[in-house]
């Protein structure tokens, strides 16, 4: 059963970091693509960043391109999100989702399989 577990959320200032974390298990870890996601208060999900663990290419939404990355530890089955620069916008939930296969338009929220339970994340202006 796959199991997708996030942590590291928090509140900080604008201009602060934080590193979520997303702790896989249950499945074959190397050929699957990641996401990270956020909602927003009162808005819809969004797709933030994603990365294939066999090769750890990465993908990158516009508006945190600069600021966010996306990696990996492969020995953990771990995921990692670091957050920089952080904006009072990027407040709200951030989950980690995965599907098995390439990452390659994997964008939408319906084409991932699997989702973690998210982490809040608060950023004060």
């Known amino acids: 059963q796959v199991q997708l577990v996030e942590s590291g959320g928090g509140s900080v200032q604008a201009g602060e970091s934080l590193r979520l974390s997303c702790a896989a298990s249950?499945?074959?870890?190397?050929?699957?693509?990641m996401g990270w996601f956020h909602q927003a208060p009162g808005k819809e999900r969004e797709w933030v960043a994603r990365?294939?663990?066999?090769?750890?290419?990465?993908y990158y939404a516009d508006s945190v391109k600069g600021r966010f990355t996306i990696s990996q530890d492969n020995a953990k089955n771990t995921v990692y999100l670091q957050m920089n620069s952080l904006k009072p916008e990027d407040t709200g939930m951030y989950y980690c989702?995965?599907?098995?296969?390439?990452?390659?338009?994997?964008?939408?929220?319906?084409?991932?399989?699997?989702w973690g339970q998210g982490t809040q994340v608060t950023v004060s202006s």
């Open positions: 989702a995965a599907v098995e296969g390439s990452c390659i338009g994997r964008w939408a929220g319906v084409q991932f399989d699997y």
């Open positions: 249950g499945y074959a870890y190397a050929r699957y693509c």
């Open positions: 990365l294939h663990t066999r090769d750890g290419t990465t």
